[in-house]
């Protein structure tokens, strides 16, 4: 059971990621560089006093998911694009896992509405003992009736103190092999819509990892980036960018990162693509449900 003391928790990270989209929706338009617009939503977590639960998520059009922007990342938000923008915040290793889409052309208005339907109404049936294949049932249903389909290689999850994905999975289709139902505790609903396949494929390209943790001695060089690395995000998500602050460490942490994922110390989280390459629409709320209550903390 959550304690008052850990609600409180995660109610002010739901509170800080609130805050900072109401910055993200100043700064990002169409002309704005990406690597400003993370920089400058991941300070502002900093400066209320949270941290990021993982680096800013980017996603541009087809990009469906987990780009954040290389410090050598020139490129803007495209005229007329699709903007996804998913940020997490951790209080003490309490996390809140948020998302909205932008759009800078009305013809992508249906598709974004139907992703925001979508996590409205899933919101509305969760409550402890509901399955999860259930609000996998309604967003699935809301999106088709939308006219779009949803991206079922994408989905919910539990959240856990400085666990993003606690294993527990919500889908976002009608997935009936999923027992799951919903118990007390922490759960990110995030459905994504497509006008494409309805599926995720990965690119060649990584931009956040996670540390494994270890008890091995590691060779000295190797030893001293997982230290500095894992002082500050244990394992979380990192991207390098955070831990380079000029073009020699580029190259130190780029070589440093090849040495952990030798030593299968590294995780990869490579960009999800749209398969078609279809624009993708996303909305995410972190809810807390305890036996009295469900609380939306980032709404
Ligand atoms: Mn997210
Ligand atoms: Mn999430």
């Known amino acids: ?50 941290e990021p639960a993982f680096p800013v998520n980017i996603g541009v059009n087809h990009i469906a998911a987990h780009y954040t922007p290389t410090p050598s990342d020139s490129s803007v938000i495209p005229d007329d694009s699709i903007v996804k923008i998913d940020l997490g915040v951790h209080v003490d290793g309490y996390i809140a896992d948020s998302a909205i889409t932008l759009y800078y052309n009305p013809i992508y208005e249906p598709l974004v509405e139907a992703s925001r339907r979508a996590l409205e109404k899933a919101i509305e ?86 540390l494994k943790p270890t008890s091995r001695a590691l060779p000295g060089s190797t030893r001293t980036l997982y230290e500095r ?5 244990k394992t979380l998500p990192f991207t390098p960018r955070w831990f380079i602050k000029n073009p020699i460490d580029e190259e130190a942490v780029a070589r440093g990162l090849m040495e952990l994922r030798n030593l299968k ?35």
Not at 24 to 46: F, Q, S, T, W
Not at 163 to 175: A, L
Not at 229 to 233: A, T
Not at 271 to 283: C, D, G, H, M, T
């Open 1 to 50: 059971m959550l304690s008052d003391e850990e609600i409180k928790k995660l109610l002010k990270a739901g509170d800080i990621a609130k805050r900072a989209f109401s910055i993200a929706e100043k700064i990002a338009k169409p002309g704005a560089r990406l690597l400003d617009v993370a920089e400058r939503i991941e300070r502002y977590i900093m400066e209320l006093g949270g």
């Open 265 to 299: 110390l590294l995780l990869e989280y490579p960009v999800l693509i749209e398969k078609e390459k279809a624009p993708v629409s996303q909305f995410e709320h972190t809810v807390v449900v305890t036996s009295r209550e469900v609380l939306v903390t980032t709404l």
């Open 229 to 233: 690395i894992y002082g500050s995000r």
């Open 125 to 210: 049936v969760v409550k402890p003992g509901v399955r999860a294949s259930e609000i996998g049932r309604v967003i699935e249903e809301t999106i088709k009736t939308h006219g779009f389909k949803p991206i079922k290689n994408l989905s919910g999850h539990g959240l856990e103190r400085y666990t993003i994905h606690s294993g527990v999975v919500i889908p976002n289709y009608h997935d009936r092999l999923n027992l799951y139902r919903i118990r007390e505790g922490v759960y990110a609903l995030e459905p994504f819509a497509t006008s494409g396949a309805g599926l995720v494929v990965e690119g060649s390209l990584v931009t956040i990892y996670a």
